[in-house]
């Protein structure tokens, strides 16, 4: 399989548009962990083979246990995640797969009792954030080094 084309040097300025979300995301006080975490299962459900990988990398890096990360994708049949860990997966589920139920309230209410307000807007960017790089990342093939 071969790459289609190199997005970063095709379009710098959208990256640079890109980046700019993350930066924000950075700067947000939801924790890093639970920020990889939110995107490793956005991009399991998208199928999107270089951001799993790059979030399993950089999730083990900020010191991210092998058990959990493989536990991911069923994390609701384990004990291993907080209940506002097990939250934010249930909200970047609901809006990854948002056009299939919307947004329904039992989502919400599962979801706000762990999150401020400014960390649910925030949550919905980092999520909608790494929707977009899946996307980036499928349809240009970007491969896993």
């Not at 270089?50 to 399993?56: L, Y």
């Not at 049949?77 to 039992?106: G, I, S």
């Not at 929707?131 to 990342?137: D, G, H, K, L, M």
């Amino acid at each position: 399989m071969e790459s289609h084309l190199d997005f970063y040097k095709a379009s710098p300025n959208a990256i640079k548009a890109m980046l700019g979300l993350e930066e924000r995301i950075g700067k947000s006080g939801l924790e890093k962990s639970l920020a990889e975490l939110v995107r490793l299962r956005a991009s399991q459900i998208n199928g999107c083979a270089f951001c799993v990988d790059m979030h399993t990398t950089d999730a083990k890096k900020g010191g991210e246990t092998d058990r959990r990360l493989a536990t991911v994708v069923v994390w609701r049949e384990t004990p291993f995640f907080t209940d506002r860990e097990r939250a934010a997966p249930e909200w970047t589920e609901a809006l990854t797969l948002v056009a299939q139920d919307h947004m329904p309230d039992v989502v919400w209410q599962a979801v706000r009792p762990y999150f401020s307000d400014e960390e649910i807007v925030d949550l919905t960017l980092l999520v909608s954030a790494i929707n977009r790089w899946n996307r980036f990342a499928i349809a240009f093939r970007k491969l896993p080094a």
